[in-house]
């Protein structure tokens, strides 16, 4: 008799654990919550087959997609007036069929853009009409599938006497071509959400004061602005999340939405201890915090499903790493632990 309470403490444990390792997925809180939550999809999606873990894993964990690379200039319209769309119409066809939502990364940017477009020798007429026919082409062409664009990328470099990075797009046309992208963009797809997207304004400085005085001029003109992407290419340590929230309530007091667009939290390549792993977990945990109390940011999107094919190694010549939540084997680390469980609180305390 004695020996019965302890077979129901063992039977409770085994049940315990095996909740655990049947314990859901992000998406299913994230559906639950109605909140938009993904990832950038990686080049060797492409390369996949259907049921290769990396896609299995991606409908499974996340209700949301924006390609990493093939909805850039230089893989969309490589050749001047060829447009290649198979990459992105495939995802696209991906995600529909799983009921994923997308967002469409970029339109204009100073990188990623192929040669003949990036050329600030052409005559402004020139290059304003081929800036034009690009984003009127491509937003067409995924009219409605796409909920949010980031119509123009890091246009901002608060070194600049004028906060404006001189790209061929700005010294050829001015900052008019950013009010110009988005009216092009609004008219070819009214329902998407137009995004203006940076790095490094993610809190109060120098940057995001620059972001801020812009974006709210074009509010001011009424350009047809929804949003500002914040790309949280975080560097373990060196965030101020009470900053990057102060941020986020400015924004939200100019009428315009946030997004969190690219994130992810780097560790150096030899510090990648258990510690920093923790460290890890807490802040992401802190953004995901900020994205679950602030209804106004609409979209909470990771830099890649896993550290496999991160580009932070690569960028940043092998120095850092294992930035996302799920490691080069898959599987998932703290920080997913971290981001997981105040999902499921949260939709437990709704
Ligand atoms: C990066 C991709 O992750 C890399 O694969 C590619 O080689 C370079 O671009 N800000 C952006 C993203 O807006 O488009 C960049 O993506 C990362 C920085």
């Known amino acids: 008799m ?9 039977l409770q444990i085994s049940f315990s654990a095996l909740t655990l390792a049947g314990q859901g997925t992000i998406r299913q809180s994230a559906d639950k919550l109605g909140k938009n939550i993904g990832v950038a999809v990686s080049n060797q999606f492409f390369r996949f087959s259907d049921d290769h873990q990396y896609k299995t894993l991606l409908k499974s964990e996340f209700n949301t997609v924006v390609a990493e690379n093939v909805m850039k200039p230089v893989s969309i319209e490589p050749v001047r007036g060829q447009f290649l769309f198979d990459k992105p119409d495939s995802l696209i066809a991906f995600a529909a069929a799983n009921g994923m939502k997308v967002r469409g990364h970029c339109l204009v940017w100073h990188k990623q853009i192929p040669r003949w477009m990036n050329n600030d020798q052409l005559s402004s007429g020139e290059l304003f009409a081929i800036l034009k026919e690009y984003i009127t082409t491509v937003v ?11 119509v123009v990328n890091e246009a901002i470099d608060e070194k600049e006497a004028d906060s404006f990075r001189k790209s061929a797009w700005m010294k050829v046309l001015g900052p008019s071509f950013i009010d110009s992208a988005f009216v092009w963009a609004h008219r070819a797809d009214p329902t998407a959400l137009l995004i203006y997207n940076d790095y490094g304004a993610e809190d109060i400085g120098a940057k995001s004061n620059a972001v801020f005085t812009l974006v709210k001029a074009m509010k001011a003109r009424n350009i047809p602005i929804s949003g500002v992407g914040l790309q949280c290419h975080f560097q373990l340590g060196k965030t101020n999340f009470d900053g990057m929230k102060q941020n986020m309530e400015r924004i939200a007091r100019l009428g315009l939405q946030t997004q969190i667009t690219e994130l992810d939290i780097s560790l150096p390549s030899d510090q990648l201890t258990n510690e920093n792993y923790e460290k890890q977990a807490r802040e992401y945990e802190q953004v995901m915090s900020l994205f679950l109390k602030d209804n106004n940011c609409t979209a909470f999107m990771l830099w890649g499903l896993t550290d496999k094919f991160s580009w932070i190694p690569g960028f940043s010549l092998n120095k850092r790493g294992s930035a996302l939540v799920f490691s080069e084997d898959y599987s998932r ?12 609180k949260s939709v437990r305390n709704k």
Do not use: M, Q
């Open 2 to 10: 004695k020996k019965f309470p302890f077979v129901i403490f063992i």
């Open 140 to 150: 067409t062409h995924f009219k409605g599938r796409i909920f949010a664009w980031d």
């Open 333 to 344: 680390k703290p920080a997913y632990n971290s981001v997981f469980n105040l999902l499921n």
